[in-house]
C-alpha cells in the first residue's frame, strides 16, 4: 500500500468529457506533484504545488487545469483531452519540496481518451 | 546528451546472481534518487543520495559525486526485482523540486 492515494485507478473518457484525477495524503507534505508517463518512458513533471500554491507549471496545455484545495489534496482537472492525452498520470508528494527529500509516488491513473 | 544516464537499457539476471545498474549525471546535484517502478505503474523511491554509499535488504547505492555516477546493486537478485529502475537527480542550480530522470533499466530476473 502507497501513503499517496489516487482516484480512480483507470479512467476512460472521450474527447468531449471533463473528468477529474484526484490525489490525497496524509503525511503532513507541503510540496504535492502531477507527472504524466507514456509507456516505456521516465514520468514528465507537469506542475508542482508548494504550500498550496502552484509552484511549477511545465508549460502544460490549458485542457489539464490543476487545483489543490488544501495541503492533503491534489486534484487534475481534464477537459477536451487528445488521444495523445492517453498516458499514466502519477501524483506525488514530498516534505518541503527540495530536491534533497523524496518524493512518494502514488500508484497513478491510468487515462485513455477515446 | 541527455543530463542523466543509465546503463544498461535492459538487463536479464538469473535468480542468485548480483546485479549493478549504473548511472551518470552531468549537472551538479543536491540529491541522487534510485526509483522502482513494476508493471502497472507505482513507484517506490528506492534510496536518495548526496553522498556515500545505502544499503537497505539486498539493495546497496553509492555515489561517487567527484565522477558524478552512481550505481545500484542488487544482491541475491529475485524474481520479485523484476521491474524497472530509473536513476533521477535534483538539480543544485534549479529548482529543486524538479527532478531530471534517466530513461529507466528493465530488469527481469527468470527463475
Known amino acids: 500500500d502507497t501513503e499517496v492515494t489516487q482516484t480512480p485507478k483507470h479512467l476512460v473518457m472521450g474527447m468531449t468529457n471533463k473528468k477529474s484525477l484526484k490525489c490525497e495524503q496524509h503525511m503532513g507534505h507541503r510540496a504535492m506533484y502531477w507527472y504524466k508517463q507514456k509507456a516505456k518512458k521516465p514520468p514528465e513533471l507537469m506542475f508542482v504545488?508548494?504550500?498550496?500554491?502552484?509552484?511549477i507549471n511545465e508549460s502544460v496545455p490549458s485542457r489539464f487545469s490543476p487545483e489543490c484545495p488544501n495541503s492533503s489534496l491534489l486534484n487534475l482537472h481534464l477537459h477536451a483531452l487528445q488521444p495523445e492525452d492517453s498516458a499514466l498520470y502519477l501524483c506525488a508528494s514530498s516534505q518541503l519540496g527540495l530536491g534533497n527529500q523524496p518524493q512518494h509516488f502514488g500508484d497513478g491513473t491510468r487515462l485513455s481518451i477515446l | 546528451k541527455n543530463e542523466v544516464e543509465q546503463s544498461p537499457q535492459n538487463l536479464t539476471a538469473q535468480e542468485g546472481e548480483f546485479i549493478t545498474i549504473n548511472c551518470s549525471y552531468s549537472?551538479?546535484?543536491?540529491?541522487l534518487h534510485w526509483l522502482q517502478q513494476h508493471p502497472g505503474g507505482g513507484i517506490v523511491s528506492l534510496f536518495m543520495?548526496?553522498?556515500g554509499k545505502k544499503k537497505h535488504g539486498r539493495l546497496i547505492a553509492t555515489i561517487n559525486i567527484q565522477e558524478k555516477h552512481s550505481s545500484l546493486h542488487i544482491t541475491a537478485s529475485h524474481p520479485r526485482d523484476s521491474a524497472v529502475y530509473i536513476c533521477?537527480?535534483?538539480?543544485?542550480?534549479?529548482?529543486?523540486?524538479?527532478?531530471?530522470f534517466g530513461e529507466g533499466t528493465q530488469l527481469t530476473v527468470n527463475p
Open positions: 543520495l548526496s553522498s
Open positions: 533521477a537527480v535534483s538539480d543544485r542550480e534549479t529548482s529543486g523540486s524538479r527532478l531530471t
Open positions: 549537472v551538479g546535484i543536491s540529491a
Open positions: 504545488y508548494s504550500y498550496e500554491k502552484l509552484s
